[in-house]
Each structure stands twice: as C-alpha cells, then as structure tokens.
T-cell receptor
Framework: NAGVTQTPKFRILKIGQSMTLQCTQD?????MYWYRQDPGMGLKLIYY???????DKGEVPNGYNVSRSTTEDFPLRLELAAPSQTSVYFC???????????????FGPGTRLTVL | QKEVEQNSGPLSVPEGAIASLNCTYS??????FFWYRQYSGKSPELIMF????GDKEDGRFTAQLNKASQYVSLLIRDSQPSDSATYLC???????????FGAGTTVTVRA
C-alpha cells in the first residue's frame, strides 16, 4: 500500500493564479482531510469529507474548494492564490465509524506552496 | 481559550534522560487523544493514542491521560537524538470526528 500520496511536492504560484493539489489514498478510508501548517504552528483543518460526495468546511476554508467523487481521491482547489496561502498542505485519511472513537489519521508527505 | 494547548518549547534534554510533554484541552467530553511526531520538513506520524484514563506504554513512550484534569502527557524515556522532533497533541472533541491539534512542542535531544 502506498498510503496517502500527494502531488506536487513543491509549487510556486503567482498572485491570482489557481491550482489543484492532488490527494489519493489506497487504504479504503472513508474520511479524508486537508490541513495547512504555517511555520511554527499546528495543523489547521481546511476541509474534510466523510465519504464520496460529502464534504464540509473546517476552520479555515476561505479561498479553497474541494470535491470528492471517489473514495480514493480528495483534491483541493486554490482559486485566486494570495500570499496568505503560502503554507505546507497535508492531506490525511482515516477509517472512522460514526458514533465510535476517531481512528488514527494517516498523513501524506505534504505539498509546500509559495505564493509570490 | 485554545482548544488544545501544549507546553511551550523548545525542550532540550540530554541523551538518556526523560522528556516530558504536556497537553491540556478545553472540551471536557473529548474521547480520543493522539500524539504525533513530526520531523522537520516531514509529515506527522502517529506515536500513540489513548482513550482511557491512566497510563499506556509502548516501548520508550508512555502516554498518560487524566480526563478529570483535562490533560494528556507523553513521556519519552531514554531519549535518543533520533527523538529530536516536534510533537503534536491531537484531541477528538465530543461527538466530532475531527481532530484539534496543538501547536506542538519541539524536543531536542543533545548527545
């Protein structure tokens, strides 16, 4: 199993450009998440999904969009990139049973994004 | 008040010593507690999880949970230079499958 994979590893964008960060997991996990991590800070949840076709906002969703058409894929779309979106982006997945304990989240290697 | 707070670092310990990391959380109904390790430039990886009050040991790592006092701690015994990393505490609030992360504590083990 590859686990959680993310592409690209690095990207530099100009202000106003758009891009999609790709995330794929092969563990048949139902839950998937996107986080951003700014230097010296913890992880902030951007969006999450509890299954194909179902997504919801986290604590910092502005400037981002997501979709989840399959169990495996959860792309994150940045529209009109701004310098404030310079960060490291992590995708994660977990298998969680509703009403049960939250299971471990497994993280991808991250995408380091710079907006100039 | 932040949902999850960790003791500020960085924490420097000599090789072979015990490193003690603390984490407090605000939601009294929280159910699941996780410790992740993150090496510089890498993604977080799970070290331990704990659900019940008391201690849970795994090798050189011990997690301690006290729900009444709303804190969870991580002890690293016989610290090694390879333990030098940032340790993230994550908490699953009540009736919520999302995790709230602390800002992390950076540990440096000096040889």
């Amino acid at each position: 199993n590859a686990g959680v994979t993310q592409t690209p590893k690095f990207r530099i964008l100009k202000i106003g450009q758009s891009m999609t960060l790709q995330c794929t997991q092969d563990m048949n996990h139902n839950y998937m998440y996107w986080y951003r991590q700014d230097p010296g800070m913890g992880l902030k949840l951007i969006y999450y999904s509890v299954g194909a076709g179902i997504t919801d906002k986290g604590e910092v969703p502005n400037g981002y969009n997501v979709s989840r058409s399959t169990t495996e894929d959860f792309p994150l779309r940045l529209e009109l990139a701004a310098p404030s979106q310079t960060s490291v982006y992590f995708c994660a997945s977990s298998y969680t049973v509703s009403g049960g304990y939250t299971d471990t989240q497994y993280f991808g290697p991250g995408t380091r994004l710079t907006v100039l | 008040q932040k949902e999850v707070e960790q003791n500020s670092g960085p924490l420097s310990v000599p090789e072979g010593a015990i490193a003690s990391l603390n984490c407090t959380y605000s939601d009294r109904g929280s159910q699941s507690f996780f410790w992740y390790r993150q090496y510089s430039g890498k993604s977080p990886e799970l070290i331990m999880f704990i659900y019940s009050n008391g201690d849970k040991e795994d090798g050189r790592f011990t997690a301690q949970l006290n729900k009444a006092s709303q804190y969870v701690s991580l002890l690293i015994r016989d610290s090694q230079p390879s333990d030098s990393a940032t340790y993230l505490c994550a908490v699953n609030p009540w009736a919520d499958y999302k995790l709230s992360f602390g800002a992390g504590t950076t540990v440096t083990v000096r040889a």
